[in-house]
């Protein structure tokens, strides 16, 4: 798979992680659903194989995976990486 490919692969399961996060009344950013796509494909518990290319049953069961983990109520570690993600917007910029 080229690189553009799976860059237009990874934009189009963000796109969908957010779509469903609207039409269940959660707003998440596009940064927030790409850092839960990144830390569910790169936790070996999940399975994934980054070497491989995503096969549809991959790309469901990752969308379930992040809807699940950003649909969390007074979860510890979704509220970790959403502050993480805010200090990554507003912070990283002045460090240059």
Known sequence: M???????????IIREIVQQCAERGH???D????F??????????????VDRTLTKQDVQ?????CLDRLMED???????IKMQVYFDLNYSSRRK
């Open 61 to 65: 069961k990752l969308e379930e995976l």
């Open 74 to 80: 007074c979860s510890p570690s979704l509220d970790t």
């Open 27 to 29: 707003v998440v950013s």
């Open 2 to 12: 080229s690189r553009a490919h799976a860059e237009s692969v990874i934009k189009t």
């Open 31 to 34: 940064t927030l659903a790409a």
């Open 36 to 49: 839960m796509v990144k830390s569910v494909v790169l936790d070996p518990r999940h399975g994934f194989n």
